[in-house]
């Protein structure tokens, strides 16, 4: 299976639409899965919103739990790939990242309003 950088830049904005959960394998089984490291591999839906009202959900897995990702939260996904995948007459493309983190608020300031001369206008 050979995997595609995806340029994260040109997504537009990425929030998490599913909060992450740990990967399963097998339907009955539901054996939690581990990449090679022998991390347990989590699965997160992150909304890419491009262009206007567009929007789509992806299923993203990520090694190890993403700390501070909850639904609504804005992401930032690194080292995304794709991948092209066919089973018998199914086929897609599924999408891995190095790691998922939430992108911190921006800080809000406070400035001072109404500046002038604070007093009462009078005639001379």
């Given amino acids: 299976m050979q995997s595609i950088p995806v340029d994260t830049s040109r997504l537009g904005v990425l929030r998490c639409a599913v909060a992450p959960e740990p990967k399963t394998t097998g339907f009955e089984s539901r054996e939690v899965k581990k990449d090679r490291d022998g991390n347990t591999v989590w699965t997160v839906g992150v909304m890419v919103r491009q262009d206007g009202r567009r929007v789509s959900v992806i299923e993203v897995a990520v090694p190890g739990e993403p700390v501070g990702v909850v639904e609504g939260v804005q992401v930032k996904l690194t080292g995304l790939e794709a ?26 300031t406070t400035t001072a309003s109404g500046a002038g001369t604070g007093g009462k206008g009078g005639g001379a």
């Fill in 83 to 108: 991948f092209a995948w066919a089973m018998g007459d199914r086929h897609g493309i599924s999408f891995r990242a190095a790691a998922i983190t939430p992108v911190p608020a921006p800080a809000t």
